[in-house]
């Protein structure tokens, strides 16, 4: 056994299915072990940033670990921008970066791809990756591969593996197991004692859930959770879709000033919020109608449990859902009962009338309902907003990190992980960053289904300078490339040729479909057009005070 094939076997074990790579000279070698392995399948991409996605997609949706493989400096470099966002939003990815080997590193030259010195790259990637190991010890390897796939599967964040191309080929021995974290049960029975203690006495308790549960794949618990406490559960804006097809008393997505009115006063009026894997960001909480006293909640992230000033350190958010299943109960306060939130509009009017955002989410309303649900991966801008109105289905978005170009690789991801065709959501803008990558479909056979927001405009940015003329983009015809991608395209001027386009869409299986639906300028969607109104009047208001708890 060599080193790549140690590295390739722990990554199996540790839940990989794939590896999303583009080739370059120093991990040339590792791509030809990787192929003759048979391992993990390796699918390469046209360009750094879109791997990283695609490998953090991956992972999102299926819950577990994603793997990006890329060359040394000008591959891995490039790819910072995807990882920082996998790391900002506590995304399972192992980066594998080739590097040189130790002679090239005794020449005395200085080396194509090197930055500021050899070790500039790691020292970047220290940054935003929660463990780091440079392979250049075959014997030490083995423990060490354990060791960081551990970090990944336990923090639920990156991780960097720098292979030396002289590496590759050195005997080395299989990969060792790392124990996962031990939960002192005494600490556990305490801190599940405070927990309930503070739910049983609250008038007005409420989940609060967030991206945690999907990483560590305890959506289900939750949900029975929820059902024994009897207790309402909301989700994040990062967190929307969560919770999909679970059994719960599910309120809605939580939004601040732009969402449902009976949704904020829930949220924000309870005197025991129980926040579950909830990211503390401004896109979560930056546009609450009453700032929430964080001290008054109870909040389980990063592997710690917070009770007012209270911390419970190295408890897990999966153990601690474990053992309030197992004390718990209906609790005496009258839960919130779930008013019915504006429902998902379905309906679209096809007539002649030129197509908004929210006709959009009509439309796939409609055939969501005649066909089933799709996973929809949604890059940032009117697109994710636009898919806060679709049906509640597993979304996949930058939410938080808020980076452009997400929307396509990560779709691509999604299906080649073993997911379903999925549905991507993507403004023109970002399109431009990374919508080039569908032409890499027709290589593995996956048909997603696209629809360009086409404005000509980075539209959201717009909506926060409106009389900014930099905000203007050219129109590129994006349904005229799609056959030469080895897709098919349609360009939709009005409401009944976006049904049109969408249900040939939904009928043709084998290549990708991109529905390039113009939209005019300054046309926005409703939750958008509330999350930018409510972040202004809060910006011009008086500082909010903490809620009463």
């Known amino acids: 056994m060599n080193l790549s094939r140690t590295l390739l076997d722990a990554l199996h074990q540790h839940g990989a299915r794939e590896i999303f790579g583009i080739p370059g000279d120093f991990v ?95 020292a970047i990637f220290r940054e935003i990756t929660c463990d780091q190991v440079v392979l250049d010890d075959a014997a030490r390897a083995p423990a060490d591969i354990a060791r960081v796939l551990r970090s990944c599967l336990t923090h639920s964040r990156p991780v960097y593996i720098e292979l030396p191309r002289d590496m590759v080929d050195a005997p080395c021995g299989p990969a060792t197991t790392c124990a996962a974290a031990h939960t002192d049960p005494d600490a556990l029975e305490a801190c599940v004692g405070e927990v309930l203690a503070r739910l049983r006495a609250a008038r007005a308790p409420v989940l609060l859930v967030g991206v945690e549960i999907r990483r560590f794949g305890i959506e289900a618990k939750v949900a029975q959770l929820a ?75 990063d592997g710690e449990v917070a009770i007012a000033h209270h911390v419970y350190p190295r408890i897990g958010i999966e153990a601690l859902v474990d053992a309030l299943i197992v004390r718990a109960g209906p609790l005496p306060a009258e839960p919130v009962a779930p008013e019915p939130a504006p429902p998902c509009v379905r309906g679209l009017e096809a007539d002649g009338a030129p197509i908004g955002p929210d006709d959009i989410a009509r439309a796939v309303n409609d055939a969501m309902f005649e066909h089933g649900r799709m996973p929809i991966a949604a890059d940032i801008g009117d697109c994710l907003f636009t898919a806060l109105g679709m049906e509640n289905t597993a979304l996949l978005a930058p939410g938080y990190y808020a980076t452009m170009g997400y929307g396509v690789p990560a779709g691509i991801g999604l299906q080649a992980g073993g997911g379903e065709r999925p549905l991507i959501l993507v403004g023109d803008g970002a399109f431009q960053m990374t919508g080039w990558e569908l032409g890499n479909c027709q290589r593995y056979g996956w048909d ?47 409401r009944r040729e976006l049904q049109q386009a969408l249900t040939q869409a939904l009928a043709t299986r084998g290549k990708f479909q991109l529905i390039e639906a113009m939209i005019p300028r300054g046309v926005q969607s409703t939750t958008l057009t509330r999350f930018v109104q409510g972040v202004r009047r809060l910006q011009h208001a008086a500082p909010a005070k903490p809620s009463e708890t």
């Open 227 to 301: 059902r024994l406490l009897n207790m309402p559960v909301a989700t994040t804006f990062m967190g929307s879709g969560l919770m999909a097809g679970c059994d719960a008393s599910l309120l809605g997505t939580y939004l601040g000033v732009a969402g449902p009115a009976a949704i904020t006063r829930a949220v924000e009026g309870s005197d025991a919020l129980l926040m579950l894997g909830v990211i503390i960001s401004d896109t979560n909480f930056g546009v609450s109608e009453t700032a929430i006293d964080m001290r008054g909640a109870i909040l389980a992230l």
């Open 28 to 122: 040339l070698a590792f791509f030809q072990q990787v192929v003759d392995a048979g391992v993990l399948p390796l699918y390469t991409l046209s360009h750094e940033p879109a791997v990283g996605f695609a490998a953090d997609a991956s992972a999102r949706y299926h819950t577990r670990l994603g793997v990006a493989a890329v060359t040394y400096g000008a591959g891995a470099l490039n790819m910072v921008n995807a990882v920082a966002s996998s790391y900002a939003e506590k995304v399972p990815l192992v980066v594998i970066s080739g590097a040189p080997g130790a002679g090239e590193r005794q020449s005395g030259f200085l080396l194509h791809h090197q930055a500021r010195t050899l070790d500039s790259q790691l």
């Open 448 to 494: 997603p289904i696209v629809i360009v927001f086409n404005n000509c405009s980075w539209e959201m940015l717009r909506a926060f300078a409106p009389q900014a003329a930099f905000t203007d983009l050219s129109d590129w015809h994006f349904a005229d490339m799609a056959a030469s991608l080895g897709g098919q395209g349609y360009r939709v001027q009005t």
